[in-house]
T-cell receptor, first 113, second 113 residues
């Protein structure tokens, strides 16, 4: 079965712009989590959604937001981009609220100039 | 706070050598522990997990034992292959954490023929 799909895979933005990233989870998975991966900070949890509800949020500014749709697809948005937002953004899905195993997509690599 | 510390890489080994990647954690409760692997150009994949003290997780020849007394979850493999070259991440999560993983910095493994 198809894995976690993230779009776009690569994008370049300039400071001050906003960006929307999309994630399609594995069919049947209802939990979607987002992580930011950078060389300096490593992998950091952004937020998690289950059945369209955000249940957990990491320590990121309000510029980072997300949502989940009724078909479990999720989007995350970063507004007023800063240079430090350049990162690989990873989406992960899981079948349940405490499944313990996450299935990751290949990520969306954002470069902010 | 809760955190995961991994040995710094890169770790460079010859094929068929023994592998150990150290992982220790700091946690206020009793987390579940995971090893994820990221092959070049791919998303993270769960390698193995353990949910309580003294549990041993194993997969593809890799093993790790949850040691509460030393707060450790070291990854081992008896004989590595070139195809094991990847970045390995140790991680923890808590029940009630809604699929939030706290990752270590990652350890890059390079295996040469």
């Amino acid at each position: 079965k198809a894995g976690v799909t993230q779009t776009p895979r690569y994008l370049i933005k300039t400071r001050g712009q906003q960006v929307t990233l999309s994630c399609s989870p594995i069919s049947g998975h209802r939990s979607v989590s987002w992580y930011q991966q950078t060389p300096g900070q490593g992998l950091q949890f952004l937020f998690e959604y289950f059945s369209e509800t955000q249940r957990n949020k990491g320590n990121f500014p309000g510029r980072f937001s997300g949502r989940q749709f009724s078909n479990s697809r999720s989007e995350m948005n970063v507004s007023t981009l800063e240079l430090g937002d350049s990162a690989l953004y990873l989406c992960a899905s899981s079948w349940g609220p405490e499944a313990g195993e996450l299935f990751f997509g290949e990520g969306s690599r954002l470069t902010v100039l | 706070g809760n955190s995961v510390t991994q040995m710094e890489g890169p770790v460079t080994l010859s094929e068929e050598a023994f592998l150990t990647i150290n992982c220790t954690y700091t946690a206020t409760g009793y987390p579940s522990l995971f090893w994820y692997v990221q092959y070049p150009g791919e998303g993270l994949q769960l390698l193995l997990k353990a949910t309580k003290a003294d549990d041993k997780g194993s997969n593809k020849g890799f093993e790790a034992t949850y040691r509460k007394e030393t707060t450790s979850f070291h990854l081992e493999k008896g004989s590595v292959q070139v195809s094991d070259s990847a970045v390995y991440f140790c991680a923890l999560s808590f029940s009630g954490g809604y699929n939030k993983l706290i990752f270590g910095a990652g350890t890059r493994l390079a295996v040469h023929p």
